[in-house]
């Protein structure tokens, strides 16, 4: 809105036009529209004016011949609301609450809002920047800031304070929103983790996973077979037993690796909820109420290398005719369907390094809204191969630390990170609708609460270093699941150790949580990058931070690079905060693909 200011006498006033009432009014942005005018006396005229953003009226009875000062146009006076400020001393507030302030008499304001978390009001991080500019104008903004110091959390009896004093502001409250509805009310059903299953480089099963992420053990290994040598990076997570001899071998001669490791992490689950082994028949689920969500990015890439290694070498009649179908990547989904006769749907995700969080959402979908009952959800990947590697090392992604410090070659948010280590493994949870678990007397992990989906629209490669793109996704999984950012009580970060995601990751999380002290931790230190299953296997681990209230370290990160402003629990877990309910796990894929999944504790 121009207003080049010129000074007409209040006789000259129509309505419609800006006003200021004096030259320190328009000096400090004290500005207000001419509703309507109305001569009380020979030399006095009545002025009905409203703040240009909106707010109370207020008459004013002025001279005639009055100069005051007046913008360079008019306003469309239908289109200014009239509004009044909440009444704060009524309102029994609740985490999660936000309370937005705005100078209406400043027609380029900025609401400045608080937001409750832990019982504080905190300065939400966009209002901060805007009101900044409007501390300057105002002098007497209800949000002054004397510097870039992040202001102490105001007390419930200090917001209430500060609305009172707030002159020229319209205060508004929002209550936080209400939890979605469950299947008895009519709406979403609610979902519950019941099982998990894990193959990493830290073992086969969970067990092996949880002890080695809390003991601060490092998976990653030197790649001593000899099609790797030459290669600049001869590092990677690899899981360290053969995964076929843990097979029926008829069974492993038709699945690529990825597979394997997939049927292994499911029927891991598929057991750990209760079920029989043996499949969904003995097991009391109708098998076509039951499905199958994976995640995977290329799956198993040696199977096609092979089959083209043996065409050149042999002819055509050197190919399997397994070539095609244990190349696919659907092929973990089909095998893991085939194992445990489920016959509901075998879907697969394909969304780069995302791939494993997005099917687990895209599972929690179909079991909220009636599709199936009970999933395997989650990621598996076999792509630890010399041109996959070479790739990786072409595009300088790969770290080039090695083995011999002490330190895993995977630093997430270190200051002396330079790349992610390639891994391999499956990750798998056992979703089941609430009422279906509980009808079965299942023990309950934990809730499967949200997921939320974004593109950062960047780059081929490399993520939006503003973390745009990835805030997204993080408030949508929290509105997804009914929460606040106060509600969350750890965060699972995506975090490969690489320069720029890690850093606008970071970004994100900071922009969301604004002022809360949440323990995050990254699990890539550990394990490497498993890229399709990264999802699968961190959503266990956040799933397992949950149910046994503790938060496993960050290794690799000596030295956390200050850039990063994040609570990094490193060299030795911590206990999860009791307050709160909320863990988030985070993926990010090249292409800017975004997917986190939301975990909310079940308490007793």
Same mark, same amino acid.
């Given at each position: 809105?121009?207003?080049?200011?010129?000074?007409?006498?209040?006789?000259?006033?129509?309505?419609?036009?800006?006003? !200021?009432?004096?030259?320190?009014?328009?000096?400090?942005?004290?500005?207000?529209?001419?509703?309507?005018?109305?001569?009380?006396?020979?030399?006095?005229?009545?002025?009905?004016?409203?703040?240009?953003?909106?707010?109370?009226?207020?008459?004013?009875?002025?001279?005639?011949?009055?100069? =005051?000062?007046?913008?360079?146009?008019?306003?469309?006076?239908?289109?200014?609301?009239?509004?009044?400020?909440?009444?704060?001393?009524?309102?029994?507030?609740?985490?999660?609450?936000?309370?937005?302030?705005?100078?209406?008499?400043?027609?380029?304001?900025?609401?400045?809002?608080?937001?409750?978390?832990?019982?504080?009001?905190?300065?939400?991080?966009?209002?901060?920047?805007?009101?900044?500019?409007?501390?300057?104008?105002?002098?007497?903004?209800?949000?002054?800031?004397?510097?870039?110091?992040?202001?102490?959390?105001?007390?419930?009896?200090?917001?209430?304070?500060?609305? @009172?004093?707030?002159?020229?502001?319209?205060? &508004?409250?929002?209550?936080?929103?209400?939890?979605?509805?469950?299947?008895?009310?009519?709406?979403?059903?609610?979902?519950?983790?019941?099982?998990?299953?894990?193959?990493?480089?830290?073992?086969?099963?969970?067990?092996?996973?949880?002890?080695?992420?809390?003991?601060?053990?490092?998976?990653?290994?030197?790649?001593?077979?000899?099609?790797? @040598?030459?290669?600049?990076?001869?590092?990677?997570?690899?899981?360290?037993?053969?995964?076929?001899?843990?097979?029926?071998?008829?069974?492993?001669?038709?699945?690529?690796?990825?597979?394997?490791?997939?049927?292994?992490?499911?029927?891991?689950?598929?057991?750990?909820?209760?079920?029989?082994?043996?499949?969904?028949?003995?097991?009391?689920?109708?098998?076509?109420?039951?499905?199958?969500?994976?995640?995977?990015?290329?799956?198993?890439?040696? +199977? *096609?290398?092979?089959?083209?290694?043996?065409?050149?070498?042999?002819?055509?009649?050197?190919?399997?005719?397994?070539?095609?179908?244990?190349?696919?990547?659907?092929? #973990?989904?089909?095998?893991?369907?085939?194992?445990?006769?489920?016959?509901?749907?075998?879907?697969?995700?394909?969304?780069?390094?995302?791939?494993?969080?997005?099917?687990?959402?895209?599972?929690?979908?179909?079991?909220?809204?009636?599709?199936?009952?009970?999933?395997?959800?989650?990621?598996?990947?076999? +792509? =630890?191969?010399? !041109?996959?590697?070479?790739?990786?090392?072409?595009?300088?992604?790969?770290?080039?630390?090695?083995?011999?410090?002490?330190?895993?070659?995977?630093?997430?948010?270190?200051?002396?990170?330079?790349?992610?280590?390639?891994?391999?493994?499956?990750?798998?949870?056992?979703?089941?609708?609430?009422?279906?678990?509980?009808?079965?007397?299942?023990?309950?992990?934990?809730?499967?609460?949200?997921?939320?989906?974004?593109?950062?629209?960047?780059?081929?490669?490399?993520?939006?270093?503003?973390?745009?793109? =990835?805030?997204?996704?993080?408030?949508?999984? *929290?509105?997804?699941?009914?929460?606040?950012?106060?509600?969350?009580?750890?965060?699972?970060?995506?975090?490969?150790?690489?320069?720029?995601?890690? *850093?606008?990751?970071?970004?994100?999380?900071?922009?969301?949580?604004?002022?809360?002290? +949440?323990?995050?931790?990254?699990?890539?230190?550990?394990?490497?990058?498993?890229?399709?299953?990264?999802?699968?296997?961190?959503?266990? #681990?956040?799933?397992?931070?949950?149910?046994?209230?503790?938060?496993?370290?960050?290794?690799?990160?000596?030295?956390?690079?200050?850039?990063?402003?994040?609570?990094?629990?490193?060299?030795?877990?911590?206990?999860?905060?009791?307050?709160?309910?909320?863990?988030?796990?985070?993926?990010?894929?090249?292409?800017?693909?975004?997917?986190?999944?939301?975990?909310?504790?079940? &308490?007793?």
């Amino acid at each position: 809105m121009s207003r080049t200011p010129h000074t007409v006498t209040v006789a000259e006033l129509v309505p419609g036009d800006l006003l !200021a009432l004096s030259a320190r009014d328009a000096d400090v942005d004290r500005w207000y529209v001419v509703m309507h005018t109305l001569p009380v006396r020979p030399e006095a005229i009545r002025v009905t004016l409203r703040p240009p953003l909106g707010g109370a009226d207020r008459d004013e009875e002025l001279d005639r011949t009055r100069t =005051v000062t007046v913008g360079d146009h008019r306003v469309d006076t239908a289109g200014i609301p009239l509004l009044t400020s909440a009444n704060l001393r009524a309102v029994d507030f609740r985490d999660g609450d936000r309370v937005d302030f705005l100078r209406t008499v400043d027609p380029h304001a900025v609401e400045d809002t608080y937001v409750r978390r832990r019982g504080g009001w905190s300065h939400d991080t966009p209002g901060d920047r805007a009101d900044s500019r409007a501390d300057h104008r105002a002098g007497n903004h209800a949000g002054n800031h004397a510097d870039d110091r992040p202001e102490p959390p105001l007390s419930d009896a200090e917001l209430r304070k500060r609305a @009172a004093e707030a002159v020229d502001h319209v205060v &508004r409250h929002h209550p936080r929103r209400a939890r979605p509805a469950t299947s008895r009310t009519g709406g979403p059903r609610r979902v519950v983790v019941t099982g998990l299953g894990a193959v990493t480089p830290l073992g086969v099963g969970v067990d092996d996973l949880w002890a080695g992420l809390l003991e601060g053990r490092c998976g990653i290994r030197e790649l001593d077979g000899e099609e790797f @040598a030459g290669l600049p990076v001869r590092i990677a997570g690899t899981v360290p037993v053969d995964p076929a001899a843990l097979l029926p071998r008829p069974q492993a001669r038709r699945m690529n690796r990825a597979a394997q490791f997939a049927v292994l992490a499911a029927r891991e689950a598929w057991r750990d909820a209760g079920f029989d082994p043996a499949g969904t028949a003995e097991s009391g689920p109708a098998p076509e109420r039951v499905g199958v969500s994976a995640g995977a990015i290329l799956g198993d890439a040696s +199977v *096609l290398v092979g089959g083209d290694r043996r065409l050149r070498e042999k002819g055509p009649r050197g190919v399997s005719p397994l070539t095609t179908p244990m190349t696919v990547p659907s092929q #973990a989904a089909s095998q893991v369907s085939l194992a445990l006769r489920i016959t509901g749907e075998a879907r697969t995700v394909t969304s780069a390094c995302a791939s494993g969080t997005e099917a687990i959402g895209e599972a929690v979908d179909r079991i909220r809204y009636g599709r199936i009952d009970v999933a395997l959800a989650g990621g598996a990947e076999a +792509v =630890v191969t010399p !041109a996959i590697m070479a790739s990786f090392a072409a595009m300088r992604a790969l770290s080039t630390h090695g083995l011999g410090d002490g330190e895993s070659p995977s630093r997430p948010f270190a200051r002396d990170r330079d790349g992610f280590v390639n891994g391999e493994g499956a990750g798998f949870l056992l979703l089941e609708a609430e009422e279906h678990a509980r009808a079965r007397g299942a023990r309950i992990y934990c809730e499967a609460a949200g997921w939320g989906l974004s593109a950062d629209a960047h780059h081929m490669a490399a993520p939006d270093p503003s973390g745009t793109g =990835v805030a997204l996704a993080l408030r949508r999984a *929290l509105a997804d699941a009914g929460a606040e950012a106060s509600d969350v009580v750890h965060v699972n970060a995506h975090a490969t150790a690489t320069a720029d995601g890690d *850093l606008a990751e970071a970004r994100a999380l900071k922009s969301v949580l604004g002022g809360c002290r +949440v323990p995050v931790t990254a699990l890539k230190g550990h394990l490497g990058h498993l890229q399709g299953a990264a999802g699968g296997v961190e959503a266990v #681990a956040t799933v397992l931070t949950l149910h046994h209230g503790i938060v496993p370290p960050t290794i690799g990160c000596a030295e956390q690079d200050p850039a990063i402003e994040l609570d990094v629990v490193t060299k030795a877990p911590r206990p999860l905060p009791a307050r709160g309910d909320v863990a988030l796990s985070n993926s990010f894929g090249f292409g800017g693909h975004n997917a986190v999944l939301a975990l909310r504790r079940v &308490r007793g």
